[in-house]
């Protein structure tokens, strides 16, 4: 099965500065990847996603690439703010189907003001 | 447009004890996952149902029953609970076959078993 492993697991910045969460997948097959940022005591939230015929998006401060050889994908958050401060997970999944995605453990994002 | 609701939103239960999370969806979506999270571990799949009907095991079952109701609800039953199921509980939903996979979480169920 697909294996997902995410780093760092804590990461803190200075407000301002760039943030950068990576992810790698096992499976090939995988052609979806979103990343979910999870605010404390919420549920995860859906904040951007990327196919595999795709090797950047960006929305706003955040973007996201895919390196599909090296089974890569990278979350970029530019001039962060404190109200970015939470736990992202990245996933990486099959689209269509049961549609069972693969979550990273997660990094806890701090950003001091 | 409420998402995905989930009641209780904290419990406490005593060894042994039964009860039943609840979770409901007004997007007309068709799958619908039970995901369990403890620190450290990330999000691990409980049961889910791709369909209105269908249920199906994921990576932590045991311990645990679902039913989907109807398509818009599909309830968690612990019918033993035990210490080692404490942790917080979400509800996801999801349309397959959309140009969309992203799932809308619930806001989570806080359970503690002593």
């Known amino acids: 099965g697909e294996n997902v492993e995410q780093h760092p697991s804590t990461l803190s910045v200075q407000e301002g500065d760039s943030a950068v969460i990576k992810c790698t997948y096992s499976d090939s097959a995988s052609n979806y990847f979103p990343w979910y940022k999870q605010e404390l005591g919420k549920g995860p939230q859906l904040i951007i996603d990327?196919?595999?015929?795709?090797g950047e998006k960006k929305d706003q401060r955040i973007a996201v690439t895919l390196n599909k050889t090296a089974k890569h994908f990278s979350l970029h958050i530019t001039e962060t703010q404190p109200e970015d401060s939470a736990v992202y997970f990245c996933?990486?999944?099959?689209?269509?189907?049961?549609?069972?995605?693969?979550f990273g453990r997660g990094t806890s994002l701090i950003v001091h003001p | 447009n409420a998402g995905v609701t989930q009641t209780p939103k904290f419990q406490v239960l005593k060894t042994g004890q039964s009860m039943t999370l609840q979770c409901a969806q007004d997007m007309n979506h068709n799958s619908m996952y039970w995901y369990r999270q403890d620190p450290g571990m990330g999000l691990r799949l409980i049961y889910y149902?791709?369909?209105?009907?269908?249920?199906d095991k994921g990576e932590v079952p045991n311990g645990y029953n679902v039913s989907r109701l109807n398509k818009r609800e599909f309830s968690l039953r612990l019918e033993s609970a035990a210490p080692s199921q404490t942790s917080v509980y979400f509800c996801a939903s999801i349309t397959t076959g959309s140009s969309n996979y992203g799932y809308t979480f619930g806001s989570g169920t806080r359970l503690t078993v002593v």
């Open positions: 996933a990486a999944s099959i689209s269509g189907g049961s549609y069972i995605p693969t």
């Open positions: 149902s791709a369909s209105e009907g269908t249920t």
């Open positions: 990327i196919r595999s015929n795709v």
